[in-house]
């Protein structure tokens, strides 16, 4: 079983900054490729960041140059710096593996105003 805890949301005025958190535990972590998602309001969860094991990463299209993804391996330790947020990412934050595993983290809401 794996144990995900996310942190570090908030509410923030648009073009502000946050930085997230997630710290796995139960799972080997170094190993698997990480990866932040998000769900909207009425919305389906969508990933919007991804590292592999070896640093590589990847981004959607409507966060791509305004988020950074990364990973400290020896914290077991996922990070997401979030910058220029717009109110379009207002949404609870998760991070998992990718693929997912079947246990999520109770998430970290960002709110961004207007």
């Known amino acids: 079983q794996v144990q995900l805890v996310e942190s570090g949301g908030g509410l923030v005025q648009a073009g502000g900054s946050l930085r997230l958190s997630c710290e796995a535990s139960?799972?080997?972590?170094?190993?698997?490729?990480m990866g932040w998602y998000r769900q909207a309001p009425g919305k389906q969860r969508e990933l919007v960041a991804r590292?592999?094991?070896?640093?590589?990463?990847n981004y959607a299209d409507s966060v791509l140059g305004r988020f950074t993804i990364s990973r400290d391996n020896a914290k077991n330790t996922v990070y997401l710096q979030m910058n220029s947020l717009k109110p379009e990412d207002t949404a609870v934050y998760y991070c998992?593996?990718?693929?997912?595993?079947?246990?999520w983290g109770q998430g970290t809401q960002v709110t961004v105003s207007s």
């Open positions: 998992n593996r990718v693929p997912s595993y079947p246990d």
């Open positions: 139960g799972r080997t972590f170094s190993a698997n490729s």
């Open positions: 590292i592999s094991f070896a640093g590589i990463t």
